[in-house]
């Protein structure tokens, strides 16, 4: 059993940043790879962005390119998502995720590909 634990979220202006940590416990942190989502108001969870287990490759979603990094610190089992220039369309609730398959090489980028979940925390942009 995994535990995935978000926080950072809040209320932000257009144009501004916020950094999302996800803290995890209960399994082996760094051998597998990790994912951050989101849910938008009326839309299907999307996968924002992935990392792999030793940090060494990640994705993006194309709408978050050059505006969103997604980093790990294996020493501290913490996965982050640096989030600049936000908009409105950026609003939505964040979950991390941990990959069910341990020593990935490529980042993990199907829903299915992921079996630990956090609750969730909220970013809402506002103008």
């Known amino acids: 059993q995994e535990q995935l634990v978000e926080s950072g979220g809040g209320l932000v202006q257009v144009g501004g940043s916020l950094r999302l940590s996800c803290a995890a416990s209960?399994?082996?942190?760094?051998?597998?790879?990790m994912g951050w989502f989101r849910r938008a108001p009326g839309k299907e969870r999307e996968l924002v962005a992935s990392?792999?287990?030793?940090?060494?490759?990640?994705d993006y979603t194309d709408s978050v390119k050059g505006r969103f990094t997604i980093s790990r610190d294996n020493a501290k089992n913490t996965v982050y998502l640096q989030m600049n220039s936000l908009n409105l369309e950026d609003t939505a609730v964040y979950f991390c995720?941990?990959?069910?398959?341990?020593?990935?090489?490529?980042?993990?980028?199907?829903?299915?590909?992921?079996?630990?979940w956090g609750k969730g925390a909220q970013v809402t942009v506002s103008s």
């Open positions: 990392i792999t287990w030793d940090g060494d490759m990640t």
């Open positions: 209960g399994r082996a942190f760094s051998g597998y790879g």
């Open positions: 995720a941990a990959d069910r398959v341990r020593w990935r090489s490529v980042p993990p980028l199907s829903r299915d590909a992921y079996e630990y």
